[in-house]
Structure formats: structure tokens, C-alpha cells
């Protein structure tokens, strides 16, 4: 009997051990990891601002975002640069520290993203002679499913539409999904703000895109996201500066 209980006891034993041995190795791969997982996710943003000012299939994302693009920190009210630093922004998580973010009324998220930093990154994709030739936009925006993250990229003139990278999305495949389709993405490039979605019929109009087949609540949240964010209470007051010329580019 006494010789059952030990064995029971020796069992316990060795899993109680085993168990404080993984935990410890979880606990110090976790930390040890955590430094290039930080890494490889502000490449993986600044591959997707590259991309979303024009730059393909960079392999040294680190190297090329350094060269071509500026990044800068405005106040979102009244639209003027500050010194943070815009590497301190996590675009997912920073809107939920209640010391750099405000919460929006009902009637003014539009976008359905329930609370913003009070600044926010903006970044300038410059030429070799150190003109602008884009400014990238930061988005988010409620979809069918969940917030969508991308970023926008307007022409010096703050109204001609570049391009769009909605690179993180919980929308479904084939549906909502296809808001990263190469030929949808197409159809912004030279658009004008304010920009409409509509069902159908957009081609020659510069305000209007066509919207997704299939996807019209999708397509109503890049709508809502769009307005949100070029308008008043988002980038409204830099792109004013920046038209202004008060900034002076970046
Ligand atoms: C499983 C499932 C997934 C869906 N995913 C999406 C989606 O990601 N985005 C979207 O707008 N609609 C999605 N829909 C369709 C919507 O429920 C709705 O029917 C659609 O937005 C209407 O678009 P339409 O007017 O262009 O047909 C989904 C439907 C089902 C059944």
C-alpha cells in the first residue's frame, strides 16, 4: 500500500517537475523571441506603407523605407506636426491607452472604431531630389466582421488618390476579403476626394469607386473608413495645413 502511494507520489513528482520545465522554457523563449517578433512586425508596417506608396516587392523593406520615406507625428485637431515618436505608435493597441486616445460619440465614429489617438503617424514617400510624392494615411475602419487596417496614400495635392493597402482584415474570402484584389485596389488609383462607393457605374467619375460584389457591407465600411479619416475629426486638419503649405511637406 505504502509502496502504491510513493509511486503515486514520485508520478505526481516527475509532472509537477516537467511541468515547471516547460513553463520556464515557454516563459524564456517567449522573451527571448520577443525582441525580433517587435522587429519583424514594424517591418512587416513598413513593407505595407511601401506598398502602399508604389513600392513593390522590396526585399530589404528596412533599407528602402529608410531612403524614401519620412515619417512624422501630427496632432490630430489641430493638424501640426509634434516630436513623438512615430515608431511608439502600435496602430492596433494604442487607441486603448487611455493617456494618447480619446473615445468617440456615437455620432461622430463613423467608422465604427469606438475610440483614436489624439496623434497619430503620417509618413512621406519623397523622390530622390527629396520632393514629396505621396503621403500615406494610417486607416482603420469597421467592416462586416472586425476592424480593417490599412493605409491610404494621397498625391502631393492631398485630394488625388494613390493607391490603398487594407492589410489586415477579418472580412471573409472571395467576399469582403477581395478589398485586397489587385483589380479592386486598381480602381482608386487617380480617384478624388470625397470619394463615394457606389453599386455600380463609377467608371469616368472621379468621385465614385464601384463597390464589391457580393460585399456591399464590406464596401460600406471602406466608405465609412474613408470619409472618417479624410474628413474633420481624422486627417482633415493636416491635409488642410499640408494644402496650405503651412507644413512645408513634411
Ligand atoms: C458566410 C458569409 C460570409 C459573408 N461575408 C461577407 C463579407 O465579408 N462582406 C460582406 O460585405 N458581405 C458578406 N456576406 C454577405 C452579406 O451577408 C450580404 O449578403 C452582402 O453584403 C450583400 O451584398 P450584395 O448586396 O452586394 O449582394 C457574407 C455572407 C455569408 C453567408
Known amino acids: 500500500m505504502s509502496s502504491n502511494n510513493e509511486?503515486?507520489?514520485?508520478?505526481?513528482?516527475?509532472?509537477?517537475?516537467?511541468?515547471?520545465?516547460?513553463?520556464?522554457?515557454?516563459?524564456?523563449?517567449?522573451?527571448?523571441?520577443?525582441?525580433?517578433?517587435?522587429?519583424?512586425?514594424?517591418?512587416?508596417?513598413?513593407?505595407?506603407i511601401l506598398a502602399a506608396a508604389g513600392f513593390s516587392d522590396v526585399t530589404d523593406v528596412k533599407a528602402v523605407f529608410e531612403k524614401n520615406i519620412e515619417a512624422r507625428v501630427v496632432n490630430m485637431k489641430t493638424g501640426e506636426f509634434v516630436d513623438t515618436d512615430p515608431n511608439s505608435f502600435d496602430f492596433e493597441k494604442s487607441k486603448f491607452d487611455a493617456k494618447r486616445s480619446i473615445k468617440l460619440d456615437k455620432e461622430t465614429d463613423t467608422a465604427g472604431i469606438q475610440r483614436m489617438t489624439t496623434e497619430s503617424p503620417v509618413y512621406?514617400?519623397?523622390?530622390?531630389q527629396g520632393a514629396v510624392e505621396s503621403i500615406i494615411l494610417p486607416v482603420q475602419g469597421y467592416g462586416l466582421w472586425g476592424v480593417m487596417f490599412g493605409f491610404i496614400a494621397l498625391e502631393p495635392d492631398t485630394k488625388t488618390?494613390?493607391?490603398?493597402?487594407?492589410?489586415?482584415?477579418?472580412?471573409?474570402?472571395?467576399?469582403?476579403?477581395?478589398?485586397?484584389?489587385?483589380?479592386?485596389?486598381?480602381?482608386?488609383e487617380?480617384?478624388?476626394?470625397?470619394?463615394?462607393?457606389?453599386?455600380?457605374n463609377a467608371a469616368g467619375n472621379v468621385h465614385k469607386v464601384?463597390?464589391?460584389?457580393?460585399?456591399?457591407?464590406?464596401?460600406?465600411?471602406?466608405?465609412?473608413?474613408?470619409?472618417?479619416?479624410?474628413?474633420?475629426?481624422?486627417?482633415?486638419?493636416?491635409?488642410?495645413?499640408?494644402?496650405?503649405?503651412?507644413?512645408?511637406?513634411?
Open 7 to 48: 509511486s503515486i507520489g514520485k508520478t505526481l513528482g516527475v509532472v509537477v517537475a516537467l511541468c515547471l520545465v516547460c513553463a520556464i522554457f515557454v516563459s524564456f523563449a517567449s522573451v527571448q523571441l520577443r525582441p525580433f517578433q517587435d522587429e519583424n512586425k514594424a517591418k512587416d508596417i513598413q513593407r505595407n
Open 124 to 128: 512621406f514617400a519623397k523622390n530622390a
Open 161 to 188: 488618390i494613390k493607391s490603398i493597402n487594407f492589410y489586415k482584415h477579418f472580412e471573409t474570402p472571395g467576399l469582403g476579403g477581395e478589398i485586397q484584389n489587385a483589380k479592386w485596389v486598381s480602381t482608386w
Open 190 to 200: 487617380g480617384k478624388q476626394l470625397p470619394v463615394d462607393i457606389v453599386k455600380a
Open 210 to 250: 464601384d463597390g464589391l460584389s457580393g460585399a456591399t457591407l464590406t464596401s460600406k465600411g471602406v466608405d465609412n473608413t474613408f470619409k472618417f479619416w479624410t474628413g474633420e475629426n481624422g486627417f482633415g486638419p493636416f491635409l488642410a495645413k499640408v494644402r496650405q503649405g503651412a507644413l512645408n511637406n513634411g
